[in-house]
């Protein structure tokens, strides 16, 4: 399927897919938004076949080691890989994201408007107790209890809203200033009129309730999710990393009952190529399935006229991550492509290529895992032991291109709030977006889903999501490309210790 003249004649038309597919979302968003529904066939085939594969392929690739004392070894150093190449990655993203300041405003005037504050200067108001009342018909915006109120005119006296039931009055919790010697909050009476108000969001607050988890509770949730109660309920909800957790102890057990085992060993085995050439199947389709996604995503965000008019600012955040991304995927991985695993990085990456695309179409490592299995074996060779080992568990727990993407995102939204952080919130922050890539989904946007736990950790509000949104589904595009190229290349790795390793018993023997 992916090698030889098809495999090219397959790549050419989804690269003609893509270009198809941006064609038609982009200019035509509503036949984009009409033909969504057929990539969403393909993705929902590839994906019903996640299941299916982890448990067979990992089964497989742990029975086919044989020995069950060679997998320490081999659990360590896969381990270790995805552990010191996630770590890179993050790092690459925290320098950039430090230096290049996405998020930062020039003026304070941008920085409210960033955050999605208002500046209201010819606004006239009055004050009765804990109520304030505008002229009618001047405010045209109704504001909720996010946002707080800042008399401008009175030495920034402020107060959280706690009601707002016509554009006329609003009602605030209690009106407070900073005290100067400690900058803590007292009362204050502000006087009864003035002119101009600023709403902005009540940031102190939320900084405060959202302080909730900490990293060893973050620790906690990743340890539990690998019991969830019921291994058939983790199935139908596609939790994959207690799958593989289970397959692996399973296959591991398998490997120690000698004959007992072998039928059941070889049944995966001969389950693991069924699921294999089923997905072969599967992909003669995908050029048509990747352009009707990308078609109907494009569609979706309404075009690529309206895709154009984002926040500059959203455009330097996505330049950061792509930035990060490439810097991790074209210098960091080659390097050890070749050093480690003494691979040419042209020929590996050509091999790559239909995963890669896959990927890239998909933004989902684990629909595209059964390419990234195909690519790996049959174009650039690796033993379908260490594929099997290192691939189905790199699907879900390697991902450097979204833990570099936490990183940058959870910084960009201190920045847009303007929240400096120090040294220890830094770390913190490579410790949880670490933590949060592992614990992501191989799915599409679960990133953004596992961010939260960064934001929480650094106490920083979780309402920042909602300004990365709009660019997310096409940086989780590029994230997951980056996630499967390091899979594949831990792939590399791994199978080059296996080998050495070969080497080394034939001679001593
Ligand atoms: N979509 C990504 C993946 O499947 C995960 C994420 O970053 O959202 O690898």
Redesign the pocket.
């Known amino acids: 399927m992916t090698g030889g003249k098809f495999g090219k004649i397959l790549l050419y038309l989804m690269i003609a897919g893509i270009v198809f597919g941006i064609a038609i979302g982009g200019f035509f968003p509503e036949t984009g938004g009409a033909i969504a529904f057929i990539g969403d066939f393909f993705i929902g085939y590839l994906k019903m076949l996640v299941v299916p594969l982890v448990i067979t392929s990992m089964i497989a690739g742990v029975t086919g080691l044989g020995d069950i004392r060679k997998l320490g070894g081999l659990g360590r150093k896969t381990i270790l890989y995805y552990m010191v190449t996630t770590s890179i990655s993050v790092l690459i993203g925290i320098i950039l994201v430090v230096i290049i300041g996405p998020g930062k405003a020039d003026t304070k005037e941008e920085q409210l408007r960033l955050r999605g504050g208002f500046n209201f200067s010819e606004l006239f108001y009055t004050i009765e107790g804990n109520e304030i009342t505008f002229k009618k018909g001047q405010l045209t915006k109704k504001f909720d209890e996010r946002y707080m109120i800042i008399l401008k005119d009175q030495n920034d006296i402020r107060g959280n809203i706690r009601s707002n039931s016509n554009e006329k009055t609003i009602i605030v919790s209690n009106w407070v200033k900073e005290d100067e010697s400690n900058h803590k909050p007292v009362n204050a009476t502000p006087s009864a009129k003035g002119k101009g108000v600023i709403f902005d969001l009540s940031l102190s607050n939320k900084v405060i309730d959202k302080q909730g988890q900490t990293i060893g509770e973050t620790l906690k949730d990743v340890l539990l999710g690998l019991a969830p109660n019921n291994i058939v309920r983790a199935m139908a909800e596609t939790k994959i990393l207690p799958i593989i957790v289970f397959s692996m102890i399973f296959g591991a057990i398998l490997t120690t009952l000698g004959k007992q085992g072998k039928p059941v060993i070889d049944f995966f085995i001969g389950a693991n190529e069924t699921i294999l050439k089923f997905v072969q199947l599967l992909m003669l389709i995908a050029p048509l399935g990747i352009a009707c996604l990308i078609a109907g995503k494009l569609g979706a965000a309404g075009g690529i006229e309206k895709f154009g008019l984002e926040f500059k600012k959203i455009a330097y955040y996505a330049v950061t991550v792509m930035a990060g991304l490439l810097i991790h995927a074209t210098i960091v991985l080659p390097l050890i492509l070749k050093f480690l695993a003494k691979r040419n990085i042209i020929n590996y990456a050509r091999g790559m290529s239909t995963a890669l695309l896959t990927?890239l179409s998909t933004?989902?490592?684990?629909a595209t895992l059964p390419v990234t299995i195909k690519c790996t074996e049959d174009n650039n060779k690796i033993s379908p032991k260490a594929a099997g080992f290192v691939l189905p568990l790199g699907?879900t727990i390697n991902?450097d291109?979204?833990a570099l993407?936490e990183a940058v995102a959870a910084i960009f939204i201190a920045q847009l709030y303007g929240i400096d952080l120090g040294t220890g919130h830094l770390f913190i922050i490579f410790l949880t977006a670490t933590l949060a890539?592992i614990g992501?989904?191989?799915?599409?946007?679960?990133?953004?889903v596992t961010m939260v736990i960064v934001l929480e950790a650094v106490g920083l509000p979780i309402e920042g999501i909602s300004m990365i949104l709009m660019i997310d589904w096409f940086l989780?595009r590029c994230?997951?490309t980056i996630?499967?190229w390091g899979d594949s290349i831990g792939a590399a790795f791994i199978d080059a210790g296996l080998e050495s390793e070969h080497k080394l018993k034939m001679s001593t023997t």
């Open positions: 990927a933004a989902s490592s684990s699907a991902m291109g979204t993407y890539a992501a989904a191989g799915i599409p946007e679960a990133g953004l989780d994230r997951t996630n499967v």
